[in-house]
């Protein structure tokens, strides 16, 4: 049976940037306590920064965190991770982290990884890839990502539909749900 067939699990995307202490990290660590607390599995990269800091929000409260990592890079996984999966490159990373989102995404501040990210779930909603699926939110956590889904929405008005926006972490039980 795949990863992601018996969890409930939900991909937070984020930067390997932020370090402990920071806005960025803080934030990350509550979103993967809230989700854990939910009843979540949360999935991620597997390194450092949002996706440590988000691991050990959903460790501290008891939740599991399956790290996707790739051999192509020599860091080592973070601390918090319970399972690992490792990959062989990038792209392999990204659709298994895509495909093991068995109820949806989390997109914190970052770089261009975590653009790409948000991108690839974006467009796929958007094109309806997932029409035999179950519901998979997007949520795009703080004000960060606001200026590129409103830039988004000029260009394809109903594109802003497919993405929430949320400033607090306690908001994204009205996204997913208890368990």
């Known amino acids: 049976m795949p990863i992601g067939a018996e969890k409930k699990i939900v991909t937070i995307f984020g930067s390997g940037d932020p370090l402990e202490g920071s806005d960025e990290y803080a934030l990350a660590e509550t979103v993967g306590a809230k989700l854990a607390a939910l009843g979540y599995t949360i999935a991620n990269g597997g390194y450092r920064g949002t996706m440590e800091a988000s691991a050990r929000g959903a460790r501290k409260n008891g939740g599991e965190v399956v790290g996707v990592s790739c051999s192509i890079w020599n860091s080592a996984p973070n601390d918090y991770i319970t399972r690992g999966i490792v990959t062989k490159n990038y792209d392999e990373r990204l659709s298994t982290l895509i495909d093991i989102a068995t ?4 997109t914190l501040p970052g770089g261009t990884g975590t653009l790409v990210e948000l991108s690839m ?15 998979k939110p997007i949520v795009c956590m703080g004000n960060f990502w606001a200026p590129l889904v409103d ?6 008005p109903d594109s802003k539909g497919f993405v929430s926006l949320l400033e607090n972490p306690e908001k994204l039980s ?5 368990l």
């Open 151 to 156: 830039m988004m929405a000029s260009q394809r």
């Open 174 to 178: 009205e996204i997913f749900p208890a």
């Open 103 to 106: 109820c949806g995404f989390v």
């Open 121 to 135: 779930v974006w467009e796929a909603k958007s094109k309806g890839f997932w029409k035999n699926a179950p519901e």
